[in-house]
DNA sequence: TAACCTTATAAGAATATGCTTATATTTAAA
DNA sequence: TTTAAATATAAGCATATTCTTATAAGGTTA
């Protein structure tokens, strides 16, 4: 199995279950706390960690401690490459396809 | 939940995983029959069926039937959609994010 | 330093997922 | 029209996931 594979099998992970998308799609409005997430979410504060954490490994999300808070935010940029390396695949997939084996 | 959350869980669930983002990546060289895809991957044939079921449901696949075989390929122009949604969000949210709340 | 916040981690329970084997269904071929 | 091939579905088991409750570990504040 590739190394893209493996980020790619993550990053799925990452967004593939509703309360860690609902997590993301917060912090797509801003960094927030791990208690910010928790009011928002009515989730419990292991359950928004536990996810967070989950999301921090795929590298969806990435954290900076300040005091006692610690403030999550989305990586962009990360983000934002695989969907471009996703899409390439997919691009040129379409030219594939265009010479079908059979029909 | 909104509709584009469900639809980006499926997504995320159906890439989520290594055996069907392989079977995935070998759709993406072109449409195949799932007992090609049987020997392709070393899986057993309900275990791809399974798969290929999911991949469907989450419109990453679709397929076509000719005589007793059925051809499964990557549905591209659904799948760029999602990854451009779902980019256009990511750049909205650089926007938000330049504008940080606090330090 | 003691009490308090904020977050993480551990352990366990409930549920979901990903396989297996067995079988049904549909179509082609002998 | 029986036999074979291709695929789907069902049922069950093993493992993984997603919560819960309880607790620990860092920082703050009184």
Do not use: W
């Not at 509703?18 to 917060?26: F, G, H, K, M, P």
């Not at 967070?52 to 006692?68: C, D, M, P, Y």
């Amino acid at each position: 199995m590739t190394d893209f594979c493996n980020e790619i099998e993550k990053f799925g992970k990452g967004i593939g279950s509703a309360s860690r998308y609902r997590l993301v799609e917060n912090l797509f409005k801003g960094e927030k706390t791990v208690s910010e997430l928790v009011k928002i979410t009515g989730l419990s504060q292991p359950a928004v960690s536990q996810h967070l954490k989950t999301l921090k490994s795929a590298n969806i999300v990435f954290n900076e401690k300040r005091g006692q808070e610690i403030f999550y935010s989305i990586n962009i940029k990360y983000i934002l490459g695989i969907l471009k390396n996703l899409s390439e695949k997919v691009q040129k997939q379409k030219f594939h396809n265009n010479k079908s084996r059979r029909r």
